[in-house]
DNA sequence: AAATAGGACAACCGCTTTGGA
DNA sequence: TTCCAAAGCGGTTGTCCTATT
């Protein structure tokens, strides 16, 4: 990050709140110390009462999104490896703009972060990719649809979407009709509807992944496999989804003063861009299970919420499957 | 060397959701 | 059931850095 100002911070003293003057602007390392210390030793509660406790002059939402997207220990920083690029193209595919929901399936990264990424970078990006692979009537857009149709994945010309089957190679591949068209919207997905209030955690199954996430550098295991959509040998709407992990935002208790020590350290070393005090430049080391919480936990008794699968509104709307879907096992 | 444009990113704003009284 | 405060979320803005002219 960049070096605070305090004096720019300092002009930009909220003058309209009477009873504090709450600063607003770049936070101080200053602010930031206090404000680890405070949640290191109290822990999370209400970010009012943590602000004013703390001594902050800062209102409780500014101390929770300087927690939340710059403090956190367990958070990455540097650098976005490819993998992690591809990974959020591929979620935004599938999720749109809930950035929330990506970041939950990227440990490490914020809300903030990947929202930043993909719009300075990863939308040109695939701009850019989409003009070069001739897709004329696309117009500049976020909408995830656009990114799927942008000839990143192959939906858009093919309507086929692959389920893996198991964790290996094989898949079965359901053959889609052209584009439903609601509202005038160009909607690939009719299942699955982007404002509909279902997750959409085990969609990537449904979609194609980027290639480099099923070649080398990822492991043995297969990424379909690790996100699991759909039980090996079993196909149809009784099958189980499996969920792709969320994030545990849980910090151990062990690791937690030692990354936060580790994080003042750090910060204090690095003046300069010190978005790279949590730095870790190895990308090539990031595994699937890093990734994901695989190893070592949070896979089985995750607590769901806000990327949970609902299954049983899915299964409201299914009715209309049989009419779009011809499942065609290869 | 100075000016400028564009990129990157931290932080703010406003709306929505959630939970408790 | 309603109201209110807190939290969560996504869009947007503002600032600094770097590359280019």
């Known amino acids: 990050m960049r070096k605070p100002d305090p004096n720019m911070a300092k002009d930009r003293v909220n003058n309209s709140n009477n009873k504090m003057k709450l600063r607003k602007g770049l936070w101080s390392p200053e602010e930031d110390e206090k404000l680890i210390k405070y949640m290191l030793t109290n822990g999370q509660g209400c970010w009012s009462d943590i602000a004013k406790n703390a001594g902050l002059q800062r209102c409780g939402k500014s101390c929770r999104l300087r927690w939340i997207n710059y403090l956190r220990p367990d958070l990455k920083r540097g650098a976005f490896s490819p993998q992690e690029e591809d990974l ?88 889609m009709p052209p584009p439903m068209v609601t509202n005038n919207q160009f909607d690939p997905f009719p299942l699955l509807n982007i404002n509909n209030r279902y997750d959409l955690t085990c969609a990537p199954g449904l979609l194609d992944v980027p290639t480099c996430l ?44 030692a990354a936060i020590n580790n994080s003042i350290d750090h910060r204090k070393r690095n003046s300069h861009h010190n978005n790279t005090c949590f730095n870790n430049t190895d990308h090539q080391s990031i595994k ?43």
């Open 288 to 330: 699937v299970g890093d990734m994901f919480g695989l190893e070592n936990h949070h896979w089985g008794g995750e607590n769901l919420k806000m990327g949970e699968w609902d299954l049983e509104g899915l299964m409201d709307n299914i009715s209309s499957f049989p009419n779009f879907l011809d499942f065609q096992v290869e």
């Open 88 to 175: 959020i193209i591929h979620f935004h595919s599938i999720l749109g703009n809930r950035w929330s929901q990506i970041a939950a399936r990227l440990p490490g990264r914020t809300d903030n972060e990947i929202k930043n990424l993909w719009n300075s970078t990863l939308k040109k990006r695939l701009k850019n990719n989409a003009s070069t692979t001739s897709s004329p009537n696309k117009n500049d857009s976020s909408d995830p649809r656009d990114v799927a149709g942008g000839g990143i994945f192959p939906l858009h010309e093919q309507y086929s979407v692959t389920f893996c089957m198991d964790s290996i190679s094989s898949s079965s591949k359901i053959s």
């Open 214 to 257: 099923t070649q080398g550098g990822m492991g043995e295991a297969s990424f379909y496999g690790d996100y699991g959509v759909l039980e090996p040998g079993k196909l149809g709407f009784e099958c189980d989804f499996s969920l792709p992990p969320l994030e545990s935002r849980s910090i151990e208790d062990n690791n937690a003063a």
